[in-house]
């Protein structure tokens, strides 16, 4: 069985603020995860993912993940946030060797302030 | 655009109208989905198709049919549906059985009056 939980249902910075946003994930196998980004009355975007190769994971926009097997977390950071990155934000884990279940969480909005 | 296409963008319909969204992909993935997102509520799996065989049925009422004619094609028809099936309604794809990610589309904003 899986599961992920995103620590934070909302989270609120400043603009030119760093961003953290927390996901702990649970598996029975080393998984694959995931960060999509859903911007208000669009689909998921994948922002970026871990397939067992470098734990420091580099996606669009600035964004990146560091998979930490030992505290079994997938958080996601930028260094600086834009008012462009408010969105929604989810984090997705899926068995290793692929299979047809995501499981996401809940989901994290970012509010971005000026 | 993501390679996953839907249509409509937006629908309205009546509890007694028969309509179908549609999903079409052009990526080559051999898996597809259809997935529900309501307000406050996390993202539901509706249907899994492998290979163009639904693999996957997550207890979804009956008012809801998925067909899925070849790899490339998704659609759900929709008949007889109630209020609280107002959703956003996304489609993805994959490539089924290995560790990359599932794309998405736009999705369709369903309304039911």
Not at chain 2, 20 to 40: D, F, I, P, R, T
């Amino acid at each position: 069985a899986q599961s992920v939980t995103q620590l934070d249902s909302h989270v609120s910075v400043s603009e030119g603020t760093p961003v953290l946003l927390r996901c702990n994930y649970s598996s029975s196998y080393s998984p694959s995860l995931f960060w999509y980004v859903q911007h208000p009355n669009k689909g998921l975007q994948l922002l970026l993912k871990y397939t067992s190769a470098a734990t420091l994971v580099k996606g669009i926009n600035g964004f990146e993940a560091e998979f930490k097997k030992s505290e079994t977390s997938f958080h996601l950071t930028k260094p600086s946030a834009h008012m462009s990155d408010a969105a929604e934000y989810f984090c997705v884990v899926r068995p290793t060797g692929g299979g047809n279940k995501l499981t996401f969480g809940t989901g994290t909005q970012l509010k971005v302030e000026l | 655009e993501t390679g996953v296409t839907q249509t409509p963008r937006h629908l309205v319909m009546g509890m007694t109208n028969k309509k179908s969204l549609k999903c079409e992909q052009h990526l080559g993935h051999n898996a597809m989905y259809w997935y529900k997102q309501s307000a406050k509520k996390p993202l539901e799996l509706m249907f899994v198709y492998s290979l163009e065989e639904r693999v996957e049925n997550n207890s979804v009422p009956s008012r809801f049919s998925p067909e899925c004619p070849n790899s490339s094609h998704l659609f759900l028809h929709l008949h007889t549906l109630q209020p609280e099936d107002s959703a956003l309604y996304l489609c993805a794809s994959s490539q089924a059985d290995r560790a990359g990610g599932y794309t998405f589309g736009s999705g369709t904003r369903l309304t039911v009056v």
